[in-house]
T-cell receptor, first 117, second 114 residues
């Protein structure tokens, strides 16, 4: 069975510093990985995804994520944090080996990112 | 292109009642998924529809049901509401039922059960 873990409930970073939001996953086959962001009282907004190819994926708002197959991780990163990046971030995985039996996307528990001025 | 829309945005019901939530996907999208979001359980998958067929279902009781119409609009219904059903219900649509497709989410319907 597939699973995804976000080990940190909250990450605090000073504005202008680099940020990392961690995500690890477990699948039986090849993973499709996603990052979403949720602002208060809003739905989830797509940031980026990894399907295949280059391990470094670039997404919206200056975010990027690095796929590491050996460590089964897909950490979200940004070189310089902004106060406006403060939000709830979700990692998600779909196991493509299970696709034929109608796999579903599993979301992590979320990490609250707080950027202080 | 208009995004995913969900109606109503807010809903207050009492225990034992039933409720129907509506989701209109992005034009051209054929897959619609529903999620329940609560502070304690996070985001949990309810079900997925593609071309009017339920293709996948999460681990929720039979009180939760859904359907999709020929225009891809979807509804979900919860019967015999319980206090624990209070949550943000999110709908997401994607172009096709392929694992690589990005899901785009609506703003959600916040259901409060009293």
């Amino acid at each position: 069975a597939q699973s995804v873990a976000q080990p940190e409930d909250q990450v605090n970073v000073a504005e202008g510093n680099p940020l990392t939001v961690k995500c690890t996953y477990s699948v039986s086959g090849n993973p499709y990985l996603f990052w979403y962001v949720q602002y208060p009282n809003r739905g989830l907004q797509f940031l980026l995804k990894y399907i295949t190819g280059d391990n470094l994926v670039k997404g919206s708002y200056g975010f990027e994520a690095e796929f590491n197959k050996s460590q089964t991780s897909f950490h979200l990163k940004k070189p310089s944090a902004l106060v406006s990046d403060s939000a709830l971030y979700f990692c998600a995985v779909r196991d493509m080996n299970e696709y034929s039996s109608a796999s579903k996307i599993i979301f992590g528990s979320g990490t609250r990112l707080s950027i202080r001025p | 292109k208009a995004g995913v829309t969900q109606t109503p945005r807010y809903l207050i019901k009492t225990r034992g009642q039933q409720v129907t939530l509506s989701c209109s996907p992005i034009s051209g999208h054929r897959s619609v998924s529903w999620y329940q979001q609560t502070p304690g359980q996070g985001l949990q998958f309810l079900f997925e529809y593609f071309s009017e067929t339920q293709r996948n279902k999460g681990n929720f009781p039979g009180r939760f049901s859904g359907r999709q119409f020929s225009n891809s609009r979807s509804e979900m219904n919860v019967s015999t509401l319980e206090l624990g059903d209070s949550a943000l219900y999110l709908c997401a649509s994607s172009l096709d039922r392929v694992g690589t497709d990005t899901q785009y989410f609506g703003p959600g319907t916040r259901l409060t059960v009293l």
